[in-house]
């Protein structure tokens, strides 16, 4: 599938001579404008979206807008602007032969983060459909479409006939992005990661939502994590960011609720591609780790919410809970891994999935109270062994990871097993396991845990949960 090419497929008009050249606009003002701490014009965002996608605008020049961005930041008329154009560069995907609610979930990466394999089949299940577009490992972050590529055959890439097709028939969709989709955000990322103008809250906001804007749903709902293995790692930034999409999602006519959650440990117990689609299935079975249920149930309660399914948080979050225990979303998952090429027997028998040459335990150094887990050490650790990549070229191993049996706030003894380490790469494990030791600290006190879901954002504010 090198294309969505399909009936359900929104492709952008051809951009005249006279649009890529508007006499009114160019670089140099533009650049002076916005370092100058000014309001950019509709017009001239256009100009530049449309200018660097078609090649007329240089990366020099590109870059420099980035940076001034970056410093100076964007109002929320210059920012919902700047993500309707890029939206526009390319093609989006109608949903219009869906009947019933779409919502969409997104999640700003994490270690251990498999939350969409769950909370999606677990939507669908009470009526809801749902379609996801989802990408590769970035960094210490794991990569969705490496998970499911773990499962013997699975296809991540879809035309547009069988993405709307799959969600028609099973009710969730998960698969790539095509080069069609957005093509001024896969420009404009390159340049920023090339141009350390990553972190700027207008920028990654139009970066994601007009990826999200580009599927016909009636909603979405962000899951903005916050803590040393989150992009955002400070709280006050996560909120920042959180309420600049939602701002951005209801401009543009869509539902759109965030919830901040914990990422300061790695969520659930399992960190590593074919390690974490088992923890979902077996989470779908109901044995779950606590932490990592309460942020799904957290996400779908806000899913059907944003659906109209529910006007309650608490009573959505009780309902998701009779659902998981009806086995209906196991069923669900088990029909869309058919429904991609997979083998969904995987479900009922892990070693169908890829599996490590060597096993082994990393042991408590001390005795005492777990008081942290560094997320974003043991990501980068577990790229180590095979886990994630580098840069985008790095094969993974699906079978590498780690199964953690201790976390934050347990009581160890010296020589306890904290996580077993699974990989095919003997030479990498002495330093995974002297990383893993650094990240770890062990307390002689008790400790305080963090709350796993620190607040709601929607159009009417933000809501502590604490949950």
């Not at 951009?15 to 100058?36: A, L, Q, W």
């Not at 509709?42 to 961005?69: N, R, W």
């Not at 209906?328 to 892990?350: R, V």
């Amino acid at each position: 599938m090198a294309n969505m090419n399909g009936t359900n497929v929104q492709t952008k008009e051809n951009v005249s001579e006279k649009e890529k050249t508007n006499p009114k606009c160019n670089m140099y003002e533009i650049i002076t404008k916005k370092r100058n701490g000014c309001e950019l014009s509709p017009e001239e965002i256009l100009f530049f979206v449309k200018g660097y996608v078609g090649g007329e605008i240089p990366d020099y020049q590109a870059s420099a807008l980035l940076m001034a961005i970056y410093f100076q930041g964007m109002n929320k008329q210059e920012l919902t602007c700047l993500t309707q154009n890029m939206l526009a560069s390319g093609d989006s995907i109608s949903l219009d032969g869906i009947r019933g609610k779409k919502i969409d979930k997104h999640s700003t990466g994490g270690v251990g983060d498999k939350i969409s394999f769950i909370v999606s089949p677990l939507v669908a299940a009470c009526g809801i459909y749902v379609p996801m577009l989802s990408g590769r490992s970035l960094g210490h972050t794991g990569g969705t479409l490496d998970k499911l590529e773990s499962i013997p055959n699975f296809d991540v890439f879809l035309t547009a006939d069988q993405f709307q097709s799959i969600l028609n028939d099973v009710g969730m969709v998960i698969c790539g992005q095509t080069e069609n989709i957005v093509p001024a955000d896969r420009k404009l990322y390159a340049l920023r990661d090339a141009t350390a103008t990553v972190e700027s809250i207008p920028l990654i906001t139009a970066s994601i939502m007009s990826k999200k804007l580009a599927i016909g749903t009636d909603g979405i709902v962000l899951d903005v994590k916050t803590g040393s293995g989150a992009f955002m790692r400070r709280e006050e930034d996560s909120v920042t960011l959180c309420k600049t999409m939602v701002e951005v999602g209801e401009e543009s006519g869509r539902t759109t609720i965030g919830l901040i959650t914990d990422m300061d440990q790695p969520l659930g117990n399992a960190v590593g591609n074919s390690l974490e689609i088992i923890e979902s299935i077996e989470a779908l079975k109901g044995s779950g780790p606590i932490d990592l249920m309460t942020v799904t149930f957290g996400l779908g309660a806000a899913m059907l919410m944003a659906a109209g399914a529910a006007d309650d948080f608490w009573k959505a979050h009780k309902k998701l809970k009779q659902v998981l225990a009806s086995g209906k979303p196991l069923e669900i998952f088990k029909k869309f891994i058919a429904a991609h090429g997979g083998d969904p027997a995987i479900c009922d028998n892990y070693s169908l999935l890829p599996q490590s040459k060597y096993i082994l335990d990393f042991c408590a150094p001390g005795s005492g109270i777990i008081s942290k887990i560094n997320a974003y050490e043991v990501g980068m650790t577990a790229v180590d062994i095979g886990a994630g990549r580098r840069k985008k070229e790095d094969a993974i191993d699906h079978s590498a990871g780690f199964v953690f049996r201790k976390k934050v706030g347990d009581l160890v003894k010296a020589g306890d097993p904290i996580l077993t380490l699974y990989t095919n790469r003997n030479e990498t494990i002495p330093d995974a396991l002297a990383r893993l030791e650094k990240a770890t600290e062990i307390s002689k006190q008790k400790i305080i845990k963090r709350p796993l879901i620190h607040y709601l954002i929607d159009k009417d504010g933000i809501h502590p949960t604490r949950v």
